[in-house]
């Protein structure tokens, strides 16, 4: 089990980057993609959290595994509602829910 949550640990990191990466690509980081990277960074270091809890003691208890599938479930619905708080997503807003629901996924 520990080798399989220190994975999770690897994917998440890979995800920082690749959020980063969507943000940054267009040369500018627009106030809504702020919001919805400042929601993202602030649900993984939940998520991660969750992580560790479970490495130190190497059990999921069903605490933990509510909290995990609740990390799921809230994380998409913030940053949706994020995203549609203007009625528009560009481009750069998809790419980073798509790239958060594959994460959320995998």
Not at 1 to 19: A, G, Y
Request: net charge negative; aromatic share 6%; proline share 1%.
């Amino acid at each position: 089990m520990r080798n399989k949550l220190e994975i999770e640990l690897k994917k998440i990191d890979n995800f920082i980057d690749s959020v980063q990466e969507i943000a940054i690509r267009d040369g500018k980081i627009t106030k809504d993609e702020k919001s919805i990277l400042d929601e993202i960074f602030k649900e993984i270091a939940e998520y991660r959290q969750l992580i560790f809890d479970v490495l130190e003691d190497n059990v999921i208890t069903p605490e933990e595994e509510k909290k995990i599938k609740g990390f799921q479930e809230r994380t998409l619905n913030l940053i949706n509602s994020k995203a549609l708080r203007d009625g528009i997503i560009t481009k750069d807003e998809e790419d980073l829910i798509d790239s958060l629901f594959k994460f959320i996924n995998k």
